[in-house]
């Protein structure tokens, strides 16, 4: 929006909205490869270490990498008519797409960078590592007692 010089309206609103929804739908799919790798290398016993986690999360994000980009493709490719048209109305769509255009680079370096890095820092510190100590996880104490 900033490099097209375009201000915040309410079509800009509606294309982010509609890249909000696509990035949550292909950020939940990308949870859900993490998971399914996560529990078939816990379910193998190969979770013994930091780095067995970090290969283990490294094995489902790779998996998201070409539906992503073909997800990512596909938006372009259906938003770049939009970005390049100049006839009645090009003007409201340009600040529609213009959104979704900047936000599927950025949804494509979160989702494969960042999402599996917080999913690692996530499953490290709650399950894995007491796992890789041998014992149990630690009880969570409340005020009211230990759940």
């Not at 379910?43 to 990512?72: C, F, N, W, Y």
């Not at 510190?125 to 005020?143: F, K, T």
């Amino acid at each position: 929006m900033w490099a097209l010089d375009y201000n915040v309206s309410i079509a800009a609103w509606v294309g982010m909205i509609a890249l909000m929804g696509l990035d949550a739908e292909t950020g939940v799919f990308m949870l859900l490869f993490l998971d399914l790798s996560y529990e078939d290398a816990k379910a193998k016993g190969l979770l013994r270490s930091r780095a067995d986690l970090h290969e283990a999360i490294i094995h489902g994000a790779v998996k998201r990498v070409r539906p992503k980009m073909m997800t990512v493709a596909a938006a372009m490719m259906g938003l770049m008519p939009i970005m390049w048209s100049t006839g009645a109305g090009a003007d409201v769509m340009k600040r529609v797409a213009a959104p979704m255009v900047g936000g599927l680079g950025t949804s494509f370096l979160m989702e494969l960078l960042v999402y599996p890095a917080i999913y690692l820092l996530w499953k490290w510190r709650s399950e894995v590592r007491h796992l890789a100590g041998g014992g149990q996880p630690a009880p969570v104490v409340q005020e009211g007692g230990v759940l």
